[in-house]
C-alpha cells in the first residue's frame, strides 16, 4: 500500500494544478483512470471558473478590516 500511495503522490506532484489549469484537468483524468482501472466509474464533469479566488478573499479581508 506504501508503495501505491508513493506513486499516486509522485506523479501527481509532477503535475503543475493551479486551479482551472490544464494540469487540474490533467491531474483528474488520471486519477479517474486510476479508479477505472479497479473497476468503479468515475465521471470527470468540467465547469466554468475563473482562474482565482485571491481578489475574493482580498475583498472579504479589506471589508473587515473597514468595519
Avoid: C
Avoid at 2 to 14: C, P, Q, S
Avoid at 19 to 29: K, N, V
Avoid at 31 to 40: F, M, N, V, Y
Wanted: proline residues 4%; without cysteine.
Amino acid at each position: 500500500m506504501r508503495a501505491d500511495l508513493e506513486r499516486v503522490v509522485v506523479h501527481l506532484a509532477g503535475i503543475d494544478r493551479r486551479p482551472t489549469s490544464e494540469g487540474e484537468r490533467e491531474s483528474a483524468q488520471w486519477i479517474a483512470g486510476e479508479l477505472r482501472a479497479i473497476g468503479l466509474e468515475p465521471v470527470v464533469e468540467a465547469e466554468p471558473a475563473k482562474g482565482g479566488f485571491w481578489w475574493q478573499l482580498f475583498a472579504l479581508n479589506a471589508t473587515a478590516a473597514l468595519g
